[in-house]
């Protein structure tokens, strides 16, 4: 389960194969690279101004990556023309290329006093604060950037994650449904959003934000299907929870961890052969250990001391070392029950077996 959907936020820039010097924009990527392998992506443009010589030369070797020597030709730019916005501009960039980053934030800010009504430099300030920890500051130049008209998924996201991390959640919400009307199907941002909801227990909320999630991309992954069926057991809708890891597992059927938990809520709704065919089914693909202990502990609990024996048996096959007390429970069982020379042929068979 997702504790955030952006744990980790860095800002680097793409070089682009962009004709440079026959564009009046050059349009860069700045990747936002996320904790459960999610990649975030939004533009930024070096503009580039009428007959500025420097301004070209500094935009052709920003493109080669020789920032430093771009840097020079910008800051030429800017004495050749005081109110070169752009140059201000692209020279942030240089900057954040470097890691640079308060004099980057310099530059954009130096950039919004030359043109207070474009927006790009607000945006890149919001991602400068949000990257150096300052969210109050990246809430600030975010929202500056979306009332001059910058919008999309990338600066939603943005100011959802910046008010979660200053415990804004109801303004965090907001953001994350703002960001879902760009990408409608984006199933990280439902998760984001259940968990808003969840952690506010409101688990009737959480579970319909999930529903509709999965109604929108049936497919989208197990982890959905058991997240959900989690919020539905946090109702006591037991079935449901059931129904729903099945689907999950039907996705990924590797995922043991799950299986036990489905082969326990079999148990507690007094259905112990699905349990023991919830474990049996993980056992044939090579599932864990715990599944053989698991299997053989319903049995245990039957009565059904050979079924038990046998599941201990796989257990230690898998060198599961609990599987030897196990073992010996069995044997106990049957000379409890007056079967003196099985429970003996199990101890016999139980000390010829190397330990591991």
């Known amino acids: 389960m997702i504790t955030s959907l952006v744990n980790k936020m860095k800002v680097t820039f793409d070089s682009l194969n962009s004709r440079i010097l026959n564009l009046n924009t050059l349009s860069l990527k700045s990747v936002i690279i996320l904790s459960i392998t999610i990649l975030c992506f939004f533009d930024i443009t070096l503009a580039q101004p009428s007959s500025v010589s420097n301004f070209e030369i500094g935009s052709k070797l920003y493109q080669e990556g020789k920032y430093k020597q771009a840097i020079v030709e910008y800051r030429q730019a800017i004495k050749n023309d005081d109110r070169s916005v752009f140059s201000r501009f692209n020279l942030g960039h240089c900057f954040v290329q ?53 919008e999309g998924r990338h600066i939603s996201l943005a100011r959802a994650e910046s008010a979660l991390k200053i415990g804004a959640h109801t303004e965090a919400l907001k953001h994350f449904e703002a960001a879902l009307k760009f990408d409608p199907e984006d199933v990280q941002i439902y998760f984001a959003i259940t968990e808003i909801y969840e952690n506010s227990k409101q688990y009737l909320e959480a579970r319909e934000t999930l529903e509709t999630a999965l109604k929108l991309a049936p497919a989208s992954g197990a982890e959905l299907y058991f ?62 250990s715990s599944l053989a202990m698991d299997l053989a502990e319903i049995y245990m609990n039957q009565k059904r001391f050979e079924e038990a024996l046998s599941a201990y048996k796989r257990a230690w096959k898998l060198k599961d070392w609990r599987a030897r007390r196990g073992i010996r429970n069995v044997a106990a069982s049957f000379q409890n029950i007056g079967n003196q020379e099985k429970s003996k042929i199990i101890i016999a068979w139980l000390e010829q077996q190397k330990r591991f």
């Open 98 to 150: 470097l890691e640079n980053y308060p004099l980057a934030i310099v530059n954009y800010k130096r950039a919004i006093e030359l043109q207070p009504s474009w927006s790009p430099p607000y945006a890149m300030l919001g991602d400068l604060y949000f990257v150096t920890g300052n969210y109050p500051e990246a809430l600030t130049f975010y929202a500056h950037a979306s009332e001059l008209g910058e």
């Open 227 to 288: 997240y959900l069926a989690s919020l539905y057991q946090k109702q006591s809708m037991l079935k449901m929870a059931i129904s729903t890891i099945e689907s999950g597992l039907a996705l990924s059927p590797k995922r043991h961890d799950m299986r036990r938990y489905l082969s326990q809520m079999y148990v507690e709704i007094q259905k112990p052969w699905m349990s023991v065919f919830v474990l049996e089914e993980g056992l044939d693909r090579n599932g864990p």
